[in-house]
C-alpha cells in the first residue's frame, strides 16, 4: 500500500484496502499447456505453505506446475510486478519446453540460448497481461482500468466484475 503525505478519512482507507485486495487474473498458454496469473496477497503466499507470516520474509510471485498458475503479489509497484512476471515466466517456460534437468552443469551459452529462444513468447504474455482494458464497475459506472491500475480514490466504492 502507498505511503500517504496527509491524513485519510474513512472512506479513502476504506478504498485503498479495497485496492489491496482486488484480484486480477489471466489466461495464458504455454507449449500447449493452459496457465493462469493470478494476483494474490501475502497472506495466500503463506496459507498456500501452511505457515504463519514471518517477518522479513516476502514473496513477489511463485510458478505453481502442478495447478499451472503463477501468482503475483498484488501489492508491489507495477515496475516490480512486470519484472517479477517475467522472472516467473522464465520458470514457466523452463518447466514447458526445457526436458534437460543438469542445469548445474550448464555454460553460458545454455542459459543464453533459453532467454532468446522464450523473449518472444514471454515479451508477448508480459505486454497481454500489462496493456489489456479491464472494465470494473465502481458505484454503477464502468470504469476503464489500464494495465492493472486501480484509480486512486473513489467516493464510496462498491466493485463488481
Known amino acids: 500500500m502507498r505511503q500517504l503525505k496527509r491524513k485519510t478519512n474513512k472512506k479513502e482507507m476504506k478504498w485503498l484496502k479495497l485496492r489491496n485486495e482486488v484480484k486480477f487474473s489471466m489466461k495464458f498458454e504455454m507449449n500447449g499447456k493452459k496457465w493462469t496469473i493470478k494476483e494474490v496477497n501475502q497472506d495466500d503466499f503463506w496459507k498456500d505453505e501452511g505457515k504463519e507470516k514471518e517477518y522479513g520474509n516476502y514473496h ?7 495447478t499451472q498458475e503463477i501468482w503475483l503479489d498484488n501489492a508491489i509497484s507495477q515496475e516490480q510486478k512486470k519484472k517479477t512476471l517475467i522472472h516467473e515466466l522464465v520458470h514457466c517456460y523452463i518447466g514447458c519446453y526445457i526436458a534437460f534437468t ?13 532467454y532468446c529462444n ?5 515479451t508477448k504474455i508480459v505486454e497481454d497481461y500489462f496493456e489489456k482494458d479491464k472494465i470494473v464497475v465502481i458505484n454503477g459506472t464502468n470504469v476503464t482500468i489500464n494495465g492493472n491500475n ?3 480514490t473513489v467516493d464510496t466504492p462498491t466493485i463488481t466484475w
Open 102 to 114: 543438469g542445469f548445474d552443469n550448464c555454460n553460458e551459452d545454455f542459459w543464453c540460448d533459453i
Open 60 to 66: 513477489f510471485g511463485r510458478t505453481f506446475f502442478q
Open 150 to 152: 486501480l484509480p486512486e
Open 118 to 122: 522464450s523473449f518472444d513468447i514471454i
